[in-house]
């Protein structure tokens, strides 16, 4: 079956770095396109960041375009968000996602949070 599992997170200072893996199992990874989305507590969740099956088709929120960076490795199954110059509001869980078939899947999240 298709699994989801985050790494990664923790407490960081802001202006700090830190960086989430999703390790997917149970599906043709190099496929499908892979999405990181986070939730911060009392609010909706939101996309952060997307990468094609191929690695070339790359997108990001607003929020974090110029200082997140999303990656896969086909070959390991995969993905990273590099999450740079993080501030007190990046601060969420955040999730992994992939769509096979009709189907949304996500991982359990990994909190990061962004406090001095």
């Known amino acids: 079956q298709v699994k989801l599992v985050e790494s990664g997170g923790g407490l960081v200072q802001p202006g700090g770095s830190l960086r989430v893996s999703c390790a997917a199992s149970g599906f043709t990874f190099r496929m499908f396109t892979m999405s990181w989305y986070r939730q911060a507590p009392g609010k909706e969740r939101e996309f952060v960041a997307l990468i094609g099956s191929d690695g070339r088709e790359i997108m990001y929120s607003d929020s974090v375009k110029g200082r997140f960076t999303i990656s896969r490795d086909n070959a390991k199954n995969t993905i990273d968000l590099q999450m740079n110059s993080l501030k007190p509001e990046d601060t969420a869980v955040y999730y992994c996602?992939?769509?096979?078939?009709?189907?949304?899947?996500w991982g359990q999240g990994t909190q990061v949070t962004v406090s001095s």
């Open positions: 996602r992939t769509g096979v078939g009709s189907v949304d899947y």
